[in-house]
């Protein structure tokens, strides 16, 4: 299971309606995750390295748009306090 990091055009971000997604925020933390069903966030602040239970590691920050699939158990590390666009489904 891959996490897609995309770096959204303006145009994108207008069109996927970003700004009208829910937000979360949290602060710098380690935790343990499951994606029941997918998800897609933006990220407005903040640094991540998210580690996938088969070792794949990825980094993203603000400005990147992710995509996790459902069923994807991790461990998200938050090394500067985040505040996210995030979209379910």
Avoid: R
Avoid at 24 to 40: G, I, L, P, R
Avoid at 67 to 89: M, N
């Amino acid at each position: 299971m891959k996490i897609k990091v995309e770096e959204p055009s303006e145009e994108k971000l207008k069109e996927l309606g970003i700004k009208s997604w829910a937000v979360w925020e949290k602060e710098a933390s380690e935790f343990d995750w499951h994606y029941d069903e997918q998800e897609v966030c933006y990220l407005l602040k903040g640094e991540v390295e998210v580690t996938t239970e088969d070792g794949e590691q990825v980094e993203f920050g603000a400005g990147d748009l992710v995509t996790f699939p459902a069923g994807l158990d991790c461990v998200w590390k938050i090394k500067e306090d985040v505040k996210k666009h995030y979209k379910l489904g």
